[in-house]
């Protein structure tokens, strides 16, 4: 059967607003609405979008055919050398950070840096993937952080100036990741989008498990210094990768109309009112961020544990619970059919805090790690939802968009696990996290049916 390209179908008067129009059709940005049709207005933007649903052509696509496309198969071991080679390097910085100090507070301080860029450097930089060829960010990106990298494992160099790297390596990854997210949805038509960003999402976390696990055995027989030196390999070869696997694509930065994007700011803006005055969109966002709700179960997963009595070993089964259960969920949901999928967003990200809950009668180990891996498996909904934003946003908006979003899960996360931590200290971990699940249950119900609303203005007819 020949392949449909579903993104042309989602993105076509999105990109194009007046793509399919004949000779002598009206002035798009004028249009009227017709009666029993949903119009929604973007600004910044020509024209009158329908943002539809994913796969609702119901296509069918198969792994086979996701790793049969060569650009895929590059961005996939471009993305696995480079996690795995961050998560080196973050043993290393913590290693070569406390051999230097002996401090546990600077050890704790310079790896938390590793995570703070991505708050600013999302809705920042991202955009720049819209403006240039996105082979060439990638690349550019990757080439950059290694000969930074390279440079903080010079012995002599001081800890702030290695601090001061360290926040440049990381705000250079935002436009990176941003072109490469845009990039998978160039090359992955419709439902192979799907399947392909959840293989990515997966990697990602396996490479994180591997790079902590390995980590240590590497930098106890390179040292700190050579570790980081293999980090900035690592980043060479993903640039070589890109360089050679990719093929070269136009800067997207260009409206339906042909005119240019504008200035950053000005880009900046409109990418971000594009997805706040956007119901669809914003809708999304919000599932989103229900995550800094259930994500609280990793920062408080060792003061839980040892509240049920469990040892140093059931501190891992619980960290381990999560992820094992997104990775299983993931599975499962990237085969439901499309229109299935959509619909359960919204019951999902309430079934993701609804074990938490559960926890404030402090069941054993046992339980709570079914718990947490079920809360894991329903958390799953991200990957539909990530695919359903990344294609409702027009090509030229993509990188902004993504780095807009990815900064607001970042950030619920973040403040998440912050918050519940300095509340673990007075009311106990188990009453946090029940409390913290009631709460992600509440704002799920909003947030999900804000996202029906949307769906629904958004579905024919």
Known sequence: MQSVSLEKIVLGHLADPTAGAGKGAPDFGREKESPGKTCIRIPYLRGCARPPVIGQAGLVATYRQVFGRPEFRALFASMVVSVAGDQFARVALSLLVFDRTRSAGWTAGVYALTYVPSIFAGPLLSGLADRWPRRRVM???????????????????????????????????????????????????????????????????????????????????????????????????????????????PAPGVVGDGTRLGRWWADLRAGTVLVVRTPRLRSLVGLACVAGFYVTVEGLAAPYAESIGGSAQAVGVLLAASPAGTVLGMLIVSRLPSPMRMRLLGPLAVAASVPLVVCAIQPGLAVTAVLWGLSGMASAYHLPASAAFTLAVPDHRRAQAYGLAATALTTSQGAGIALAGLAATAAGPSTVLAVAGVLGVLTAIAAGAAWNRARRAAEPG
Do not use: H, W
């Not at 935002?174 to 072109?179: H, I, Q, V």
């Not at 696990?213 to 210094?225: I, R």
């Open 139 to 249: 690349v550019a990106a990757d080439l950059l952080r290694a000969g930074l990298v390279t440079v903080m494992a010079i012995p002599a160099l001081p800890l702030p100036a290695v601090a001061a790297l360290l926040v440049v390596v990381q705000a250079a990854g935002a436009p990176g990741n941003a072109a490469r997210a845009a990039t998978a949805a160039a090359v992955l038509p419709g439902e192979e989008f799907l399947l392909g960003k959840g293989v990515l999402d997966t990697v990602v976390q396996l490479a994180q498990v591997a790079g902590f696990a390995t980590g240590g055995t590497l930098v106890a027989f390179l040292g700190p210094g050579q570790a980081l030196v293999a980090d900035g390999v690592t980043f060479v070869v993903s640039a070589a990768v890109v360089r050679f696997g990719i093929r070269v694509r």
